[in-house]
């Protein structure tokens, strides 16, 4: 590879050039038009919030404020929405990787005789579901509507993740399970002791693909938890601000006449960068994990 | 390939002797089959309401049956037909989309030869696939909005607009808009499968082609594309699938009255009339539609593959 590299830089022809300028102005534009919306939402959560809605704001903001920040975190819902948010992701983490491992683990024993059987009793999970209904009157008459416990239990096990875990789990060495045997440990014992700590990559990858998804997801607090203000979540809370943006956000008149400094507007924006703030500094240092349960995920099945 | 087929040699028979021996695993694995059964399979069987007059009241078991009455009341409602026609037309916009700039992200990452700037530009290129469609969509109204939205600025600069459009009002733009907001969250995460795709490609077919006086773009179109192709037709199987899935979050969350005729999804349609209207057997009815058509999509895809002998899933 490296050799190919350096003939191509001794002996750079028109068209090589060309084409180097041509991809790199595309790829700038591609960061440009991923990050400025970004930056500009950052910039107007530091503005005031008035004079946000004279517009001109690009990259930075004209009077900063902490004022929107304050806002936010004076408003209770949306610290309810955090506290839960936090919980849940931890919880269901912990709770959907151990499962799902351990089910993947009693899956690649190769002698066991209704492996096949559950796999494709999962599998077929990711090809049919009940749909929205069925789902949502079965979580009812499990109780589970109107409780916190509808964010973690369903879920819970997983095909997909299960499936990136056991393609790893096949690649371990069945030495190392054999001897322990011999030492006449258990099925279980073996999980915890040896294969576990072998699969710290593959846990990563899947961990955070849970953690995402629940730290992302409103649509069960809203279909499931309406009612109950104590359970809502972080996203949930900012789907209502910006609805509340999107119906009286124009309306700067109403705002300028209530006397107040903050806008809809400028609180979302304080509100979104509050809200994406753990995820966005995590992932950059989380990425070869995350590249590496994708490539596994997606040749398998 | 070789594990698998090892594994048929010594296919093993179900007997008592085995069940004894291999009772740590059957225990372990009957917590996982009852919530398989719980959480996956119970709701299954809850497609029987579609045939029912469902009431609450009454439940499942008490509920009179209705045959196929649920489905022809869907299939006359002139804006089920609408909301079909919706789902189809955006699931196949944001498939081709997608596709497209994903891998095209990926070659033009590809040929990126600085280090420093490929990882920079990757790391960035993930950032959106981060945010909650929440914030996303936050992001497109505040882009796109009449008053001070970047994209009617740079339009109205550029002479290509006269004056501010507002977006959100026309419907002919709504599906576009839904695209381009699924390609700006997730171009740069489904390029990730494809530059691992081509990071496999032997070196030594750039090298040959490069003695040949094949220029970089020429050794794309005859060496890059055609290495990733079998990732790609595998990723179009698993995707036709999911066409009618790709519908509900965006939608919901961008749509407004002005666009509801092309805004409205099954999974929205679903929603309004299963759970707020409480229609609950005509909203398993289409929910059941969506299931069938999805399946037929992954069968046809799937036959389509087999006869142009390309890879497939089954």
Known sequence: MSLTKKRHCMKRSKGDIAFTIANTLILTAFVVITLYPIINTVAISFNDGLDALRGGIYLWPRMFTLQNYSTVLAKDSLLTGAKITVLRTVLATVIHLSVTALLAYVLTQKDYIFAKHISFFYVVTMYVSGGLIPTFLVYKELGLTNSFWVYVIPGAVSAFNMLVMRTYMNGLPDSLQESAQLDGAGYLTIFVRIIAPLCKPVFATVALFIAVYQWNSWFDAMLYNRMKDEYTTLQYELMKLLSSVTNQGANAQTIKNSGNQVTPTSVRAAATVLTSLPIVCLYPFLQRYFIAGLTIGGVKE | ?314
């Not at chain 2, 010594?10 to 919530?35: A, D, G, M």
Request: glycine share 8%.
């Open chain 2, 1 to 314: 390939m070789a594990k698998r087929a090892k594994k048929t040699r010594q296919k093993q028979k179900i007997t008592l002797k085995q069940i004894i021996k291999q009772k740590e695993l059957i225990l372990i694995s009957i917590p996982f089959v009852i919530y398989g059964i719980i959480f996956y399979y119970v709701p299954l069987a809850g497609w029987v309401m579609a045939f029912q007059n469902y009431k609450p009241k009454y439940g499942l078991w008490e509920s009179p049956f209705v045959g196929l009455q649920k489905f022809e009341r869907l299939f006359s409602d002139p804006n089920f037909i609408k909301v079909i026609r919706n789902t189809l037309c955006m699931g196949i916009i944001n498939l081709v989309l997608s596709f497209f700039f994903s891998i095209l992200f990926a070659i033009l990452l590809n040929e990126v030869r600085i280090r420093s700037a490929k990882k920079f530009v990757q790391t960035v290129s993930y950032l959106p696939h981060f945010l909650s469609w929440i914030i996303v969509t936050g992001i497109v109204h505040d882009v796109l909005s009449l008053e001070n939205g970047i994209i009617n600025q740079v339009l109205v600069a550029l002479h290509i607009l006269e004056k501010p459009i507002n977006w959100f009002a026309y419907p002919k733009y709504f599906w576009w808009i839904v695209g381009f907001s699924n390609v700006w969250k997730e171009t740069g995460w489904g390029s990730i499968i494809y530059l691992s795709a081509i990071t496999s490609i032997s070196p030594d077919l750039y090298e040959a082609a490069a003695m040949d006086g094949a220029g970089r773009l020429r050794k794309i179109w005859h060496i890059t594309l055609p290495g990733i192709k079998p990732t790609i037709f595998i990723l179009l199987l698993i995707n036709i699938g999911n066409v009618l899935n790709a519908g509900f979050e965006v939608q919901y969350l961008l749509g407004n009255g002005l666009v509801q005729s092309v805004s409205q999804t099954i999974d929205i349609y679903v929603l309004k009339w299963g759970i707020s209207q409480g229609d609950y057997s005509l909203g398993t009815a289409a929910g059941i539609f969506k299931s069938l058509v999805s399946i037929i999509l992954i069968w046809l895809a799937n036959s389509a593959a087999k006869a142009a002998g390309e890879e497939r899933m089954f």
